[in-house]
């Protein structure tokens, strides 16, 4: 897959995206490999288990979080556009406490699992008619073969290339785009501060992951 190519020619082990849940004390690194992996799982879910084509829409009604990231990675692979918050899409992919929101289209549930468990996975239960998202995506490939456009290819930025941004991340699709998909585009990383956080613990992990722009 070409999403990423330039990140997996560069280093594909190197931390693309760093997630801290201030609220679970949790952190996760995503290398350019690991995150084209799950990139390349969700455009095959949305390919062949939605049914879903470039005239597509989801939209994404979830917290910040690393599943929400690939979600929108995925889609951009598959080149299914996205939406943020309640605005209508052909399938959702929202948290389980926000499902009964929700009552058209198909309705993919995600965890705040720091591991992608799934709803049943982690002692939950799945209404009737709606997909669980953790064990249904890893059921699919990791790699993706129909055409990509390189992320290098889709954004213009006046981020400086290789950079590595800190932010306290989005809340909607154009601030995902500056804070998540222009730092991967210019060959950098985006490390991403959800919940509650101080101005001393924003500082003492920007020294820490040696950040270069906060956002």
Do not use: C
Request: no cysteine; net charge negative; proline share 5%.
């Amino acid at each position: 897959m070409e999403l990423l190519s330039h990140l997996l020619n560069a280093d594909p082990a190197a931390p693309r995206l760093t997630v801290y849940n201030e609220n679970t004390g949790a952190r996760l690194d995503f290398s350019a490999q690991t995150l084209d992996n799950w990139a390349a799982k969700v455009g095959n879910m949305l390919l062949e288990e939605l049914d879903l084509d470039e005239d597509s829409t989801i939209t994404i009604d979830l917290p910040i979080s690393w599943q929400a990231a690939v979600i929108v990675l995925g889609a951009l692979a598959a080149g299914v556009d996205t939406r943020f918050g309640e605005e209508l899409g052909d399938a959702v992919f929202t948290a389980p406490e926000r499902a009964e929101a929700h009552e058209e289209g198909d309705i993919v549930l995600v965890t705040d699992d720091p591991f992608g468990r799934g709803v049943v996975e982690s002692g939950g239960e799945l209404p009737r008619g709606m997909i669980d998202f953790g064990p249904s995506v890893r059921f699919y490939g990791d790699q993706f073969f129909p055409p990509t456009t390189p992320l290098s290819e889709q954004f213009d930025s006046d981020i400086e290339s290789g950079a590595r941004v800190l932010s306290t991340g989005w809340s909607d699709k154009e601030s995902f785009r500056r804070l998540v998909l222009e730092p991967l585009a210019v060959g950098g990383s985006a490390v991403v501060v959800a919940g509650m956080a101080t101005a001393e613990r924003l500082d003492q992990i920007a020294a820490a992951e040696k950040v270069t722009h906060r956002l």
